[in-house]
């Protein structure tokens, strides 16, 4: 089949897709990472019985629903629109070796943003229990995407024993796959830290605020610490 080609003489097709991916990433790991931070950090205050906690994760939660439901849902369909105008051949051939896996990752989406959903509007509405669980499922739906959509992105840069078989599990389970997926977890909760840093910088009960803040590093510090060994592995 025969595509129309869309040029960018000035900005260029890979700046743009690399432009809006960017953004994306910064968002859709936060996405993931954030889904873990609300759930644990709601734990805690339960255990702790530490109301101001959990009224600090109540606007957090809708700082969370905003960026990662508004901005990361535009910029998804951002880069679709993007890939698709620049490189059409190329995203085709993404659809048909992986359709099922696409299709695999729309339902944990649509189970990550449905959880999002009630997990935001049930503070006053689920009893804890419940409240957390709607939590859980939130964040393994975003889980099980990122684990979906990694072995596809991983494909275009070491596709491995696919060129030979043309299986898509060789493709999507590529050398690659599992030190992508790890290296990606880590700054999940690196960028769940960074993010509530940011929203911890404006609570002005000063006490509550050193508390988050100290609570937020230890997640940056967590998801920084792995990177350089499982960035060596990947390289190699």
């Given at each position: 089949?025969?595509?129309?080609?869309?040029?960018?003489?000035?900005?260029?097709?890979?700046i743009?897709?690399?432009?809006?991916?960017?953004?994306?990433?910064?968002?859709?790991?936060?996405?993931?990472?954030?889904?873990?931070?609300?759930?644990?950090?709601?734990?805690?205050?339960?255990?702790?019985?530490?109301?101001?906690?959990?009224?600090?994760?109540?606007?957090?939660?809708?700082?969370?629903?905003?960026?990662?439901?508004?901005?990361?849902?535009?910029?998804?369909?951002?880069?679709?629109?993007?890939?698709g105008?620049?490189?059409?051949?190329?995203?085709?051939?993404?659809?048909?070796?992986?359709?099922?896996?696409?299709?695999?990752?729309?339902?944990?989406?649509?189970?990550?943003?449905?959880?999002?959903?009630?997990?935001?509007?049930?503070?006053?509405?689920?009893?804890?229990?419940t409240?957390?669980?709607?939590?859980?499922?939130?964040?393994?739906a975003?889980?099980?995407?990122?684990f979906?959509?990694?072995?596809?992105?991983?494909?275009?840069?070491?596709?491995?024993?696919?060129?030979?078989?043309?299986?898509?599990?060789?493709?999507?389970?590529?050398?690659?796959?599992?030190?992508?997926?790890?290296?990606?977890?880590?700054?999940?909760?690196?960028?769940?830290?960074?993010?509530a840093?940011?929203?911890?910088?404006?609570?002005?009960?000063?006490?509550?605020?050193?508390?988050?803040?100290?609570?937020?590093?230890g997640?940056?510090?967590?998801?920084?610490?792995?990177?350089?060994?499982?960035g060596?592995?990947?390289?190699?």
């Amino acid at each position: 089949m025969n595509y129309p080609i869309w040029d960018l003489p000035i900005l260029g097709g890979g700046i743009l897709i690399g432009t809006i991916a960017i953004l994306h990433v910064f968002v859709s790991h936060f996405a993931v990472g954030g889904g873990l931070f609300l759930v644990l950090t709601e734990r805690k205050a339960y255990r702790d019985d530490d109301p101001d906690l959990l009224a600090y994760l109540r606007t957090h939660s809708t700082f969370f629903v905003l960026v990662v439901l508004v901005f990361g849902a535009v910029s998804g369909v951002g880069i679709w629109w993007s890939i698709g105008l620049v490189s059409p051949a190329a995203t085709s051939t993404l659809i048909h070796v992986f359709v099922w896996v696409w299709a695999m990752e729309w339902v944990a989406f649509f189970t990550e943003i449905a959880a999002a959903f009630v997990y935001y509007y049930g503070w006053d509405r689920l009893d804890r229990r419940t409240h957390m669980i709607v939590g859980w499922i939130y964040f393994g739906a975003a889980w099980v995407s990122l684990f979906q959509i990694n072995g596809i992105l991983t494909f275009m840069l070491t596709p491995g024993r696919w060129i030979e078989t043309r299986s898509f599990l060789d493709g999507w389970l590529n050398p690659t796959a599992m030190p992508s997926l790890l290296i990606r977890t880590s700054v999940c909760l690196a960028l769940a830290g960074v993010y509530a840093l940011l929203t911890a910088s404006a609570v002005e009960e000063r006490v509550l605020r050193l508390r988050v803040t100290r609570h937020a590093a230890g997640w940056v510090l967590a998801g920084v610490a792995p990177l350089a060994p499982l960035g060596a592995w990947y390289i190699a």
